[in-house]
């Protein structure tokens, strides 16, 4: 079981990203994946999940919710987030992580796995 995260960099505020995480080893629709971030100094912290087993429910933080979307794509096996509107606070080290497909942890985006990819860092700066 493998997770890839990818896609992050530095942008101006009020500017976009669009994340992947590329799964492998396990199918995508089988299973939950989450996004989430951690600042320095703070504790990681659930953006979005979206269920892949559950008709693709998804699931949003209220500090991202209307600003970002996540979305996932079982043929390529990859999750993507889509960030616009973005601002300092949004600056972090973003991670993705497998998720069980049913239960509480996606919708509460409780960061509790067992497989999380490397993470990719956002910087949102002027």
């Known amino acids: 079981v493998q997770l890839q995260a990818s896609g992050g960099g530095s942008v101006q505020p009020g500017g976009s990203l669009r994340l992947a995480c590329a799964a492998s080893g396990f199918a995508l629709r089988d299973y939950s994946i989450g996004w989430f971030r951690q600042a320095p100094g703070k504790q990681r912290e659930g953006v979005s999940c979206v269920s892949m087993a559950d008709d693709h429910s998804t699931y949003y933080s209220d500090s991202v919710r209307g600003r970002f979307t996540i979305s996932g794509d079982t043929l390529g096996n990859t999750v993507y987030l889509q960030m616009y509107s973005l601002t300092p606070e949004d600056t972090g080290v973003y991670y993705c992580?497998?998720?069980?497909?049913?239960?509480?942890?996606?919708?509460?985006?409780?960061?509790?796995?067992?497989?999380w990819g490397k993470g990719t860092q956002v910087t949102v700066s002027s």
């Open positions: 992580a497998r998720l069980p497909p049913y239960g509480s942890l996606c919708p509460t985006l409780t960061p509790s796995s067992d497989y």
